[in-house]
């Protein structure tokens, strides 16, 4: 887990406490290790046609900021260099996944699709690196999931085509799942 733009020009590891030093951890480390657990109000279905509000758990890994540039081409460097140790001991595994969350505007767009492109290149003996963007956005357009060519994305954001053009297609079993959950894809 990376965090960048509130540390000036660097990609640092997102994660507090116990997991301060440790970018890559296991689900039992993330399980075992959260900041602390917030209560949210939820309104799930009360078996009779209406909704009932409940008191959720949320457990809370990371703080959010959005401070400063965008030096996502730090990022992606930062992220090949963690699945590039990754994968060297993992080849058999399914391809590793970068999930990049960001507003899409990288300090440097070329730099950063050349890191990007890099980062896909890695993988292990099932397919290469998978990049999945998700961009939160300033714009009123509505929300785009999934698109599958880039007229389905808001007119003139040239933010979300440049993510659209550095994220992986998704494999069948991938696209499968999300269909599966009710995701219109193609």
């Not at 509130?6 to 039992?28: I, R, Y």
């Not at 657990?37 to 959010?64: H, N, Q, R, S, Y």
């Not at 990754?86 to 050349?114: C, L, M, V, Y």
């Not at 292990?124 to 357009?141: C, F, K, P, V």
Request: charged share 20%.
């Amino acid at each position: 887990m990376l965090s960048y733009g509130k540390s000036g020009n660097a990609a640092l590891n997102a994660f507090a406490g116990n997991l301060a030093e440790k970018p890559v951890v296991t689900m039992q480390e993330l399980v075992q290790n959260c900041l602390r657990v917030d209560t949210v109000k939820m309104k799930v279905p009360d078996g009779a046609g209406g909704l009932v509000e409940v008191d959720e758990e949320f457990p809370i890994w990371i703080e959010p900021a959005a401070v400063g540039g965008t030096p996502m081409t730090e990022a992606f460097e930062e992220a090949y260099n963690l699945v590039d140790n990754w994968t060297k001991s993992h080849q058999s595994s399914f391809p590793p996944i970068a999930i990049n969350i960001t507003d899409g505007a990288p300090n440097n767009r070329g730099s950063a699709e050349s890191a990007a492109l890099k980062l896909t290149q890695l993988g292990t003996g099932d397919g290469n690196t998978l990049l999945i963007n998700i961009h939160i956005s300033e714009g009123r357009a509505a929300r785009v999931e999934l698109p599958s060519s880039s007229g389905q994305l808001p007119p003139g954001d040239g933010n979300a085509e440049f993510l659209f053009d550095i994220s992986s297609e998704l494999p069948p079993v991938m696209l499968e799942r999300a269909g599966a959950t009710g995701f219109n894809i193609t």
